[in-house]
């Protein structure tokens, strides 16, 4: 990933929103959001693996990015996505896997900015398709995400194998 910045005023007269690849420095910041992240969906993720996902998110080899939203200096929110392959295209698909945002600055435009973000450099950078998923309860995320397109007809299948 590149390690561009990109920013964005927010719709309110809020401070502007810096959107940036995450460093090894953000690492406590992201863990906080992360911890909070895993809380809003009642999980456990394994220290382990959040460990993994850390050390892939700054290993420039890996498919793996995490995109974090400063306001006012402060790190509010990341998204984390991976970009892969298709087979409908010559160029990658990009699945945004993790969105968050601190509850402190919610509705402010911070989640709106990092999407925004993956698009435009989607789209600066070839990529096929931004893609991901919720569910269908998470009302809250969906204004959002309908602000960006409608959600399609598919229904997901997911076979636990571990
Ligand atoms: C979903 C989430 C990332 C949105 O982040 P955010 O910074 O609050 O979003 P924004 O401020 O950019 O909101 C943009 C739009 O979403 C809607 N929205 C966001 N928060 C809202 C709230 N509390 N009440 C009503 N609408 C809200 C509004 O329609 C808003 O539109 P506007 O920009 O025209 O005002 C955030 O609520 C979050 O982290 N939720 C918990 C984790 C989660 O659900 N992640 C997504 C899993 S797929």
Request: with cysteine.
């Amino acid at each position: 990933m590149s390690g561009t910045e990109q920013k964005s005023e927010a719709a309110s007269s809020q401070a502007p929103i810096c959107v940036r690849d995450a460093t090894a420095g953000d690492e406590a910041r992201w863990r906080v959001l992360w911890a909070g992240y895993t809380a809003f969906y009642e999980t456990d993720v394994p220290a382990d693996v959040t460990a993994h996902t850390w050390a892939r998110i700054l290993d420039p080899a890996s498919p793996i990015s995490c995109r974090l939203a400063e306001r006012e200096g402060r790190v509010a929110g990341f998204a984390v996505s991976v970009l892969h392959p298709g087979t409908w295209g010559h160029g990658p698909r990009c699945y945004l896997e993790d969105l968050f945002v601190d509850p402190k600055v919610r509705g402010g435009g911070v989640g709106r900015a990092l999407i925004q973000d993956l698009i435009t450099r989607g789209r600066a950078e070839g990529w096929i398709e931004l893609y991901w998923q919720t569910k269908a309860s998470n009302t809250v995320a969906r204004r959002l995400y309908d602000s960006f397109t409608p959600a399609d007809e598919f229904v997901r299948y997911c076979v636990q194998l571990a």
